[in-house]
């Protein structure tokens, strides 16, 4: 029988290179814990990453790893969910890399339903490039691409994800592990695309006002609030609040969750199999009439 797994038996040898302070160090914290409640054993995890401080992460862990290129750690995991579908898939990356140069993907694993747990520390700035606005940079905000104040509004990922239609949509912070890490676990949980969105202050570019400290005072549980998660109306409302309030917990779980594509495509196989021919027949298909 396998030894109750922890913490530790998910962290790797290497030493994160992330600033001093960084909110990742949380996020990589909750989620070994979240794994070592999972219990599943890091060699049955593939971590997949896209480029950015964040996505650096996966090597932080002891399970299989792939840093892959900028914007593009989802259409890597849905393929190697797709083809390994005993695997438990975890996908992470920044907020540039999941909607900006990422952010075409978001809605096609959504639709798939594919059932990969995604982490996005959204720190709302460009932390390995040293500070340029991102996708989820407030209006306003000066950087080294904006000096004067950028003109563009923010997107919104719990907004996007709910409408794209997301099974399971939560928000958490560093700033409070234990919560963090049990959405983590519950999003693993979740049988299809699970959807967490990290507010990880990035201390070195990053706005003051979105500090651990400044986190702590403003967040407000949604289940404290009443929110039920099951009411999808209920969650767009609260998303709509992204930006302005710091909400954490589930703002959405689909009561019934739907098949996945991995599912589906175990059937489709099995069905295809069996009209299958023999491979010694298959010549016989191209013999001339
Ligand atoms: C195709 C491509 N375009 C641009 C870059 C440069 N680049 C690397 S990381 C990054 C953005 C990082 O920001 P984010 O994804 O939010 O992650 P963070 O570093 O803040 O964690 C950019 C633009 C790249 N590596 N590849
Ligand atoms: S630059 Fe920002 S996001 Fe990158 S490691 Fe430093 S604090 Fe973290």
Request: glycine fraction near 12%; proline fraction near 7%.
């Amino acid at each position: 029988m396998q030894a109750t797994l922890q913490a530790k038996d998910f962290k790797s040898d290497l030493k994160p290179i992330w600033c001093p302070g960084c909110g990742d160090f949380g996020v990589l914290s909750a989620i070994q814990r979240a794994l070592a409640a999972i219990g599943r054993p890091p060699h049955e995890i593939a971590f997949v990453s896209g480029i950015g401080c964040s996505s650096r992460i996966p090597g932080y862990t002891t399970a299989y790893g792939f840093n892959t290129i900028h914007g593009r750690p989802l259409p890597i995991a849905q393929g190697i969910k797709l083809a390994k579908p005993e695997l438990l898939v975890l996908a992470a990356g920044g907020d540039g890399d999941g909607f900006s140069i990422g952010g075409g993907h978001v809605a096609h694993v959504v639709r798939r339903n594919i059932d990969i747990t995604y982490i996005v520390m959204d720190n709302q700035i460009y932390g390995l490039t040293k500070g340029q606005l991102s996708p989820t940079s407030p209006r306003g905000l000066k950087s080294v691409t904006s000096p004067y104040g950028s003109l563009e509004g923010p997107i919104n990922p719990l907004l996007s994800v709910l409408a794209y239609g997301a099974g399971y949509v939560a928000q958490g912070t560093p700033a409070d592990m234990a919560a963090l890490a049990k959405l983590i676990e519950d999003g693993i949980r979740y049988p299809g695309f699970a959807f967490i969105n990290v507010q990880s202050p990035c201390i070195t570019y990053g706005s003051v006002d979105a500090q651990l400290k400044q986190q702590k005072a403003a967040m407000q549980d949604l289940r404290a609030l009443g929110h039920d998660s099951s009411n999808k109306l209920g969650a767009y409302a609260l998303a709509e609040e992204y930006g302005t309030k710091l909400y954490t917990g589930v703002f959405y779980r689909k009561p019934v969750a739907e098949p996945t594509m991995e599912g589906l495509a175990a059937e489709r196989h099995a069905m295809l199999r069996e009209k299958a021919l023999p491979k010694s027949d298959i010549l016989k298909l191209f013999a001339p009439a």
